[in-house]
């Protein structure tokens, strides 16, 4: 149930991805529209990240299966395409180690792109991070560095953010109080996927939803109509 | 009075071996790169100020302006084009193809210079000394060397860690794939990083070239001290690199003392004791 | 489930056929005294122990992942044993040759303790700098020379021989001797459980160590037997040159930059590598003749083309294209009791 082509402002084309002999994509095809928040569900194993990685540009694609606001980036490597306006918040959080919590910051702003968020406003989003901002990032809780994980790829501006897997590992309500969060990322105009295995609380979060299986696309179309029986249909593939 | 001054000049000997140890130590802080035909580069570096002093009649120290911009771009080319291909979790490519190109440059040299020694003229600096107390003299050129070195050493810290740059520099270290995630484009910045060794290299070649002889085969041992110098001091901390270099210069010159043939076993035979002793190194960082 | 009996072969056919050629060649090389001439002898000789280098150096870096740049140290202590044995000691020098390889072995004990406590690279400058050490101290050694060295007495050189016919002769077979044993053993070594040992810890060794590898244990007794084996090569090389010196015995250029050339162009972590490595080596060198430093520059360039684009050497590019293997050394499981489908078993 996609968009109609010319709207979105991703949209991903029947792609494939393959590691090695394996092949973890076969013909995906998503969209996601301006100020939309879409989420990604799926069992282990089933190409979520895979599929976010290609959109990054951590993976590669055929040049035109990628196309975001227009323009086909699937050939484009991963550097450029933070340039182009997509940030992705990668699994497990992955802060640099050897910097401070606001170098983390930082560097995620270094490519000086215009727009809303700067250091300033991430503090005020965060504020847990304003008073650990000197600390190592190696020092911080789980939800912190989450945090600062998604601060880092608000430096960059996107107009598209790609979250993989934000609540792994985290309890509960740290989960609620970043997800809390999230409406004011979209309400400064930016984009959002969602890959969760936490599925209630990508239902409650997204418009729209799509559920992989096996590297395909098993269900497709908007949260409400996501219902149990629906979701452990795709979800397993019975 | 005696000991004095021979230790004296193993500090001030110690600081052009930090020299030699801290564009080595970066390479390897960035992209776990230890660059086998280091020495060589150096002395690379004195041949070009060599060429650039004879042809266009500068003073050597003058020549730097040409000689370190020039060893710089050759180390960005020289990265991006070749060394680049060799990064990986394997560590003989990297390995082989350095030594492959110290072996390269120690013999293109010698077919263009031949063997025979050279040296730089700095014209009165080299001789230029002073009296700091009775029968403790120290050379303008090698204090020269020292201050230079702990600039050098000073500056990478400030770099590092208080520049944009610098912390791209440690965020590719950490994590070259997420460091794409930030716009970081690896393949440039590990090309900085070699052009910014290399800029080191070059001053320390041409003090090298002013102070004493040199000739094509003198770059393994560069790359010995050098290398002696950061295991001494301890991986991961430049200015601990400073304190390996100064006390490997000591211990050559407590050798050469006693036994002129001894200087270079001296120091070998320091490097081996702190090996054994305490193998991490005198001031080791601990590395998250 | 059972599993049913299985041996596990190394032969193929194509391996069989290839082992004899191996065996009529080294009865035609143990002729050679008879129809080759006084020149060609040294060649061989030469080529004997780069091949013997090149194949223990393959062993130590490419099957144990210990990539030494300072092997020369084993070289020239071999070479000082031999020579300090014979002069200082008056052991007999065919018997010197043997105490060079114990010396050798013994040395490497308390080196290995220290420089194993490198990684990697820093591994790799610190072997440099205990053949550094080793050169340093043998120019220490007034008896034997000091800094400009010393030739080997007429009266111990008589020893080996009562003719100069005869003693090229032995010195000849030696050599051939040395390096067959050295293949062979290292062969006999890779199809043990060693061996086993060594291929999994050049895979990966973290996987290695945990199933149960003694990965500490495993390299040390490689780098012992690659230092002994290195010393008896050194010493017989220097027997046959009659003259030693520091510079020459622990040359970095010599016996290791070349050694490592021959088995990167060769083929790294394959027995056959540092052989056909060698041939073309010596190859090269009949071509480019006296251009000593140039020689030496087309050398570097050639192992850095190679390194890039053909990692596993000319050999790996024959076993990838072909499937050759002319030493056994390929495990294939075999079951007597169903058909033999080799075809699928390449590994």
Known sequence: MPDPAGDALLDVRALDARYGDFQALFDVSISVGRREVVAIIGANGAGKSTLLKCVAGLMPARRDAIVFDGAPIGDLPAHRIVARGIALVPEGRRLFPSLSVEENLLIGGQLGRPGFWTLARIYELFPALAVRARLPSTALSGGEQQMAALGRALMANPTLLLCDEISLGLAPIVIRDIYARLPAIVAQGTSLVIVEQDIAQALAAAARVYCLQEGRVAFAGAARDATREAVAAAYFGT | MEWTNTIVQGVLTGGLYAMFAAGLSLIFGVMRLVNIAHGDFIVLAAYLALVVTETLGLDPLVSLVIVIPLMAAIGYALQRGLLNRTLGDDLLPPLLVTFGLSVIIQNGLLELFTADSRRLQAGALEVASFEVARGVSIGVLPLLQFVAAVAVIGALQALFYRTAFGRAFRATSDDPAVARLVGLDNAHVFGLAMALSLAVVALAGVLLAVRANFDPAIGPARLIFGFEAVIIGGLGNLWGTLAGGIVLGVAQAIGAKLDPGWQLLAGHLAFLLVLAVKPEGLFPRIRA | MS???????????????????????????????????????????????????????????????????????????????????????????????????????????????????????????????????????????????????????????????????????????????????????????????????????????????????????????????????????????????????????????????????????????????????????????????????????????????????????????VVDRLGWQIFPLRRRVVYPSRPDTSAGSRK
């Open chain 3, 3 to 317: 599993v049913p009996p299985f041996q596990v072969r190394f032969f193929d056919r194509g391996g069989e056929i290839a082992l004899a050629g191996v065996a009529a060649l080294v009865v035609a090389l143990a002729c050679a005294p008879w129809w080759a001439g006084r020149d060609q002898l040294y060649l061989l000789e030469e080529i004997f122990a780069y091949v013997a280098l090149a194949s223990l150096w393959n062993l130590l870096a490419g099957y144990a992942g210990l990539v030494s740049v300072g092997q020369q140290a084993y070289v020239g202590l071999g070479a000082y044993a031999l020579f300090g044995l014979a002069i200082l000691a008056d052991v007999p020098p065919l018997w010197a040759i043997a105490g060079a390889g114990v010396i050798g072995a013994i040395a490497a004990v308390p080196v290995a303790a220290l420089v194993f406590r490198l990684r990697g690279h820093y591994f790799a400058i610190g072997t440099w700098v205990v053949a550094e050490v080793f050169r340093l101290l043998a120019s220490q050694i007034s008896a034997l020379g000091g800094g400009s060295g010393t030739s080997l007495p007429a009266g111990i050189v008589i020893a080996i021989a009562p003719t100069r016919t005869m003693r090229e002769f032995v010195i000849y077979w030696i050599a051939l001797a040395l390096v067959a044993a050295i293949i062979g053993l290292i062969l006999l070594l890779l199809r043990s459980r060693y061996g086993l040992a060594l291929t999994a810890i050049r895979d990966n060794e973290l996987a290695a160590r945990s199933n149960g590898v003694d990965v500490a244990r495993v390299k040390f007794v490689v780098y012992v037997f690659t230092a002994c084996g290195t010393a008896l090569v050194g010493a017989l090389i220097f027997l046959q040159k009659l003259r030693i010196s520091p510079d020459a015995a622990f040359s970095v250029n010599d016996w290791t930059a070349f050694v490592i050339f021959i088995t990167v162009i060769g083929g790294i972590g394959r027995i056959e590598g540092p052989i056909v490595g060698t041939i073309v080596f010596f190859a090269l060198r009949q071509a480019l003749a006296d251009r000593g430093a140039l020689y030496l520059l087309m050398l570097g360039a050639v192992a850095i083309v190679v390194m890039l684009k053909a990692p596993k050497g000319i050999w790996g590019v």
